[in-house]
């Protein structure tokens, strides 16, 4: 049985679940719904089931690849590596400053690492801080090739007005359900990955159906939260695609699956076996800004459509992403810190396991 | 449950050919139109005039019917909303066209003004243009369905028929007036030819209209 106080340390996770749902499902059908081609509890039916099915599936890389950074191992550390970097995702959020909770959340855990002494493996920093360089320029990429792919095509095969409307409409909904699951597989790991090493939950099975791993019930929590914060995205979607440049519902198809193929490459283990097995350097499995993968793939469209485009694109939008970069993490380690200490020295909380690679500065 | 409002294969199917055939009658009615305006002017109101009458509001009718049942589907079931919009906006010019030849012909099989025999070539002059104009915008439609971006380059014609019918109107008109006839059949035959002239001007302005529309379809 699972004790009440798991629950209670979990909160600040799922806290970070919902506020990721409220606004990153937007990320994925906000396109759908502003132009009415969806309806809102439609996409958000739809966004939830498959975040929750990417979480348990697909979860594990890109949870493990956060866990290479820091592994907060007691309950209580892991609260308040998750509730800092909520506060942090908040409290920019209110100052209208740009923020990603997976670099908040990857500056909790150094916060965490600094406060109990355990070593930050710069290696995996450095990776996670590169992946949140390419994220956004792939966006770009992948956008750019299938907005001139797309274009071509259509000017190729001239379809009815009523045909290629058609088309769009299911593209959008099967777009979504693809960007639905990568949220799910890679953004997961900013919801519970700071939870891994410290929960008590073991593998279950469910009658003679399937069975599932402790990480997998973790997630499934998690992916939870994400499905409930889906359901109050609808204000966050009627912003989607205003902040850079204008979009129609095809350029924001095009957005829908460039980011999504962001999130998958960055979260799918398979895809990283079969680039080694090419003998290319892996692919780091990391959570990676769904938000700042759109922004590039917005820009990708924005340079496939030439100088026009390029006049069109908001500057300050983008630079503010890049300012995020450091700002985001160095906040969010701060106030973990700041946080760490309170609770374990106000609420009496252990916040770490002394281990073999940190040093005492806590009462065990 | 969740109701997708993904529109079957059957319904884009229906639309797309409910829509053709609205332009097929449109292009159609305006040949009849064409073709009754230029035997009135050759032989009065004989029995082609008012089988082209009959033609006509016919055509009218079936445009009428075809358009609010594609109004319909477009909103309740499919398609972008602003694009359903523009759709329905062109639609109902195009209605608007239909329309006035009916409604044109009708007082001219009605009224039977007189035009004088000297101005009878000028007159089918004005009349071919004033049609060409509408029958450009048609064509500007049908691309307008497939490739948006070919739209200006049809443009350029209908405003150069609007333009030809505006110069034939104001020379017919001198003549008119310079005339000897009495006051009230001058006005009479003013009056018909300025229903002609709104039809040009009308096909100009929706030409104008569907370029926008087209601008918008960028993808």
Known sequence: MIELSFFIFLSSGLFLGWSLGANDAANIFGTAVTSRMLRFRTAAILCAVFVVLGAVISGAGASDGLGKLGAVNALPGSFTVALSAALTVYTMTKWGLPVSTTQAVVGGIVGWNVFSDSPTDLASLTQIAGTWVASPILGALFAWLIYLGLTALIERIKPHMLWLDHWTRVGLVLAGVFGAYSLGANNIGNVMGVFLASSPLQDIQVGELFSLSAPQRLFLWGGLAIAVGVFFSLPVMATVGKGIVPIGPLGGWVVVVSQSLVLFIFSSSSLQKFVTDLGLPPIPLVPVSSSQAVVGAVCGIALARGIKGLRQIRWWEVAKIAVGWVSTPISAALICFVMLFIVQNVFEQQVFVLSSTSHAKTKP | ?219
């Open chain 2, 1 to 219: 449950m969740a109701e997708f409002k993904i529109s079957p294969f059957r319904t884009t199917r229906l639309v797309q050919s409910q829509i053709q055939e609205f332009l097929d009658a449109v292009s159609m009615a305006i040949l009849a139109y064409q073709e009754g305006m230029i035997a009135y002017l050759k032989d009065g109101w004989a029995q082609t005039a008012e089988d082209k009458l009959q033609q006509i509001a016919a055509f009218e009718s079936r445009g009428d019917s075809l358009r609010s049942s594609i109004g319909l589907t477009l909103y309740s079931e499919m398609l972008l909303p602003d694009t359903s919009a523009d759709i329905l906006s062109l639609l109902s010019d195009l209605d608007h066209l239909l329309d006035r030849m009916n409604g044109h012909f009708t007082l001219l099989g009605i009224e039977k003004p007189e035009f004088p025999a000297d101005s009878n070539e000028a007159m089918i002059d004005f009349t071919c243009h004033a049609c060409s104009a509408m029958e450009q915008t048609v064509v500007a439609s049908r691309i307008y369905f497939r490739d948006p971006k070919g739209v200006h380059d049809l443009t350029h014609k209908i405003h150069y028929h609007k333009q030809e019918v505006e110069k034939i109107a104001i020379r017919l008109l001198k003549g008119i007036f310079a005339g000897p006839s009495p006051l009230e059949r001058k006005c009479h035959l003013r009056d018909h030819l300025l229903q002609i002239d709104r039809m040009a001007e009308q096909a100009d302005e929706t030409g104008d209209a569907l370029a926008i529309y087209a601008v918008k379809r960028s993808v």
